[in-house]
């Protein structure tokens, strides 16, 4: 059942939201709420498992890294009894996989993955994705550049760090 949520509840969300390493007395000052009972309703958050965890938004464009990411599209055929959410269950289980998303279109999930090269994901696929149960078709797409992410726009910069393919 979802859990409704006090107004001062969803504004400590908001603020979060956009910035994770805000402290504790700055967000009582923004709230003009006391420090304790931003605290407080912090921790409940966390303790229901509403607040998962707080992460930083990394610009990996400005650095070197050998990982590629794929974003794959899954058509499934949904399961008597539980529709998508067993097969987006399994695929979500799997080590290589960082995010997997039900959406409505063309496709049913979308899947990011992500490796430590483009013949790793590709085999990724190939062995462990598409030979899952239910799974009828994907389509994968490596990303290039992120623009913005979360709200967060990048610094565009005229040089692109593509890697290089070999075929």
Known sequence: MLKPLTEEELRLLNFLEEDSNIATDVLAKKMNMPEEKVGFLKKKLEDEEIILKYRA????EKIESPEVIALIQVTVTPSK???YDEVAKQISELDEVSACLLLSGS???????????????????????????????TRTNFLLKRYKQAGDMFTVSRKTHRLPIVI
């Open 57 to 60: 938004i990394v610009n990996w």
């Open 81 to 83: 009894g539980s529709g």
């Open 107 to 137: 496709f049913d999930l979308l899947v990011e993955v992500v490796g430590p090269s483009l013949k790793d994901v590709a085999f990724f696929v190939a062995e462990k994705l598409a030979a899952l149960e239910g799974v009828e078709h």
